[in-house]
Nanobody
Framework: QIQVVVSGGGLVQFGGSLTLSCAAS????????WTWFRQPAGKERELVAF???????NYANSVKGRFTISRDDAKNTVWLQMNGLKPEDTAVYFC?????????????????WGQGTQVTVSP
């Protein structure tokens, strides 16, 4: 059984920093892509950043230059380093792992979601 666990949310002041982590466990062959999303209260979910297995990254314009996504394939873990936080970064943050598992002796690719973690930035 695959589990994806998110940690690291909390309350931080304007301009502060937080690091979120997301770890996948279970019968994992490899993680193709990690993606961070966030959903502010009462708003639509939005993509924050993703990192491919090649190491290629992509960021939402709103976080470019402030957030950094990184991964450790040996640990099946991804991090989101958030610096220069603003009140508009306040949201529930989610991570997803597009990963390959074994199913009936065949590789299968699926998306798995971690639970959300609240990030609150005070003015």
């Amino acid at each position: 059984q695959i589990q994806v666990v998110v940690s690291g949310g909390g309350l931080v002041q304007f301009g502060g920093s937080l690091t979120l982590s997301c770890a996948a466990s279970g019968n994992i062959l490899r993680v193709n892509k990690w993606t961070w999303f966030r959903q502010p209260a009462g708003k639509e979910r939005e993509l924050v950043a993703f990192i491919e297995d090649s190491g290629s990254t992509n960021y939402a314009n709103s976080v470019k230059g402030r957030f950094t996504i990184s991964r450790d394939d040996a640990k099946n873990t991804v991090w989101l380093q958030m610096n220069g936080l603003k009140p508009e970064d306040t949201a529930v943050y989610f991570c997803t792992a597009n990963l390959v598992t074994w199913a009936l002796d065949l590789p299968m690719t699926s998306d798995y979601w971690g639970q959300g973690t609240q990030v609150t930035v005070s003015p």
